[in-house]
């Protein structure tokens, strides 16, 4: 069992930024694909970032966030920066034992955090 633990969402003005954590007590980073989704009201999940040594991006946060990670912290990172009110969401954490390039799609991940709410006004 793999424990996600998340950390950092809040209300911001559109244009600013915000930075989610994900921790991974116990567990080696680099043992797992880490990802991050957001679901908004009334919508669908959808992947947002993932890494392993690999990083991918939704075309949607391309070049405005960043997803990142720290070994010795076994901690993963979003990165929000030009933050838009349709970035409103809730952003889950997730996570699967493996390597490679990383999935886009929610059911290859085994593990999920709590959710943290991102609200982004206008």
């Known amino acids: 069992q793999v424990q996600l633990v998340e950390s950092g969402g809040g209300l911001v003005q559109a244009g600013g930024s915000l930075r989610l954590s994900c921790a991974s007590p116990?567990?080696?980073?680099?043992?797992?694909?880490m990802g991050w989704f957001r679901q908004a009201p009334g919508k669908e999940r959808e992947f947002v970032a993932a890494?392993?040594?690999?990083?991918d991006y939704s075309d949607s946060v391309k070049g405005r966030f960043t997803i990142s990670g720290d070994n010795d912290k076994n901690t993963v990172y979003l990165q929000m920066n030009s933050l838009k009110p349709e970035d409103t969401a809730v952003y889950y954490c997730?996570?699967?034992?493996?390597?490679?390039?990383?999935?886009?799609?929610?059911?290859?991940?085994?593990?999920w955090g709590q959710g943290t709410q991102v609200t982004v006004s206008s």
């Open positions: 997730a996570a699967y034992l493996g390597h490679g390039y990383p999935a886009r799609t929610p059911i290859m991940y085994d593990f």
């Open positions: 116990g567990r080696a980073f680099n043992t797992l694909v």
């Open positions: 890494i392993t040594t690999h990083t």
